[in-house]
């Protein structure tokens, strides 16, 4: 049973440039979770998904970020015009449910965004 | 906003030695706790906490959870070099799906 699957697991983009991330959940799972780490800190949650929908976007930000889990393909993680501080690990995770105890949220390797 | 504090953050011991690392957090509609083990890449899941006093075992590592008091420990006995990472300790609420993360503890094993 395949783990959880990003790519690509190392992005270089100048500023300006647009990145896109791709998160394929593990088989059976269909919640997505977006975590983003930068040097020296822990993971901050971004967006909630489900198929076709976004649940919570709280942690994302309000300009230049934008997320989505389509019916069919991985979940996206978009960022426009991108700028040095977005460099960062950039983490996927996903569960089978939500709002269980039993749940657990399991995470990808992560892609690494380098702008220059 | 639910808080996540991880000691010590980091901790250097010799192979064998045993060590405490510590979770205290603050959280509104407390779920579960969990802690993950980060080496270079993905986060993987060691255990989920949600009753307190009920100790979780695996192998070397085992978990703890106070919820009177707001805290976990994870101890690791008989260390070996593959423990070396950075533990990171994470809590759910009911409300929300997300997980808070402390900054976590980097543990290394000395030879």
């Known amino acids: 049973n395949a783990g959880v699957m990003q790519n690509p697991r190392h992005l270089v983009r100048r500023r300006g440039q647009e990145a896109r991330l791709r998160c394929s959940p593990m088989?059976?799972?269909?919640?997505v979770y977006w975590y983003r780490q930068l040097p020296e800190e822990g993971l901050k949650f971004m967006v909630y998904?489900?198929?076709?929908?976004?649940?919570?976007e709280s942690g994302m930000p309000k300009e230049r970020f934008s997320a989505e889990f389509p019916k069919e393909g991985p979940s996206i993680l978009r960022i426009q015009q991108v700028v040095r501080g977005d460099s960062a690990a950039y983490f996927c995770?996903?569960?089978?449910?939500?709002?269980?105890?039993?749940?657990?949220?399991?995470f990808g390797p992560g892609t690494r965004l380098t702008v220059l | 906003e639910d808080k996540v504090v991880q000691s010590p953050l980091s901790l250097v011991v010799h192979e064998g030695d045993t060590v405490t690392l510590n979770c205290s957090y603050e959280?509104?509609?407390?779920?579960?706790l969990l802690w993950y083990k980060q080496e270079k890449k993905a986060p993987t899941f060691l255990f989920m906490l949600?009753?307190?006093?009920i100790e979780k075992k695996s192998g070397r590592l085992s978990s703890i959870l106070d919820k009177k008091e707001l805290f976990s420990i994870l101890n690791i006995t008989a260390t070996q070099t593959g423990d070396s990472a950075v533990y990171l300790c994470?809590?759910?609420?009911?409300?929300?799906?997300?997980?808070?993360f402390g900054t976590g503890t980097r543990l290394t094993i000395i030879p």
């Open positions: 995770a996903s569960s089978r449910t939500s709002g269980s105890l039993s749940d657990t949220q399991y």
């Open positions: 088989k059976g799972h269909s919640h």
């Open positions: 998904l489900q198929k076709e929908n976004i649940i919570d």
């Open positions: 959280v509104t509609n407390f779920r579960s």
């Open positions: 949600t009753s307190s006093g």
């Open positions: 994470a809590v759910a609420n009911f409300g929300n799906e997300k997980l808070t």
